[in-house]
């Protein structure tokens, strides 16, 4: 079992920067594929950014390319989602996920563990 927990979510201006973290209970943090993924209000959970076990594997949206990264520190049991030039249509709930996988995936039902979500709110 694996339990996640979200921060750094918050109010933003367009054009300003976010950096949200996860942090992973368990032992084999390595083996499990991660991803977040958001939701903005009346629309369906999308997948923004995953990343594989090793970290060497990564997955962005068309939408936030060049504009978000994903990172992860397995030491510390931890995935990040650094937003930048941020803009209002970025405004949802962000959940952190992990598969019981070593790749990452891209599909809602690919994942098995949850966190809680945190809000993103970009202002114009």
């Known amino acids: 079992q694996v339990q996640l927990v979200e921060s750094g979510g918050g109010l933003v201006q367009a054009g300003g920067s976010l950096r949200l973290s996860c942090a992973a209970s368990?032992?084999?943090?390595?083996?499990?594929?991660m991803g977040w993924f958001r939701q903005a209000p009346g629309k369906e959970r999308e997948c923004v950014t995953a990343i594989s076990g090793s970290g060497r594997n990564t997955y962005y949206a068309d939408s936030v390319k060049g504009r978000f990264t994903i990172s992860r520190d397995n030491a510390e049991k931890t995935v990040y989602l650094q937003m930048d030039s941020l803009k209002p249509e970025d405004t949802a709930v962000y959940y952190c996920?992990?598969?019981?996988?070593?790749?990452?995936?891209?599909?809602?039902?690919?994942?098995?563990?949850w966190g809680q979500g945190t809000q993103v709110t970009v202002s114009s």
């Open positions: 368990g032992r084999t943090f390595s083996s499990y594929g």
């Open positions: 996920a992990a598969r019981s996988v070593t790749y990452y995936g891209t599909e809602r039902y690919e994942y098995d563990f």
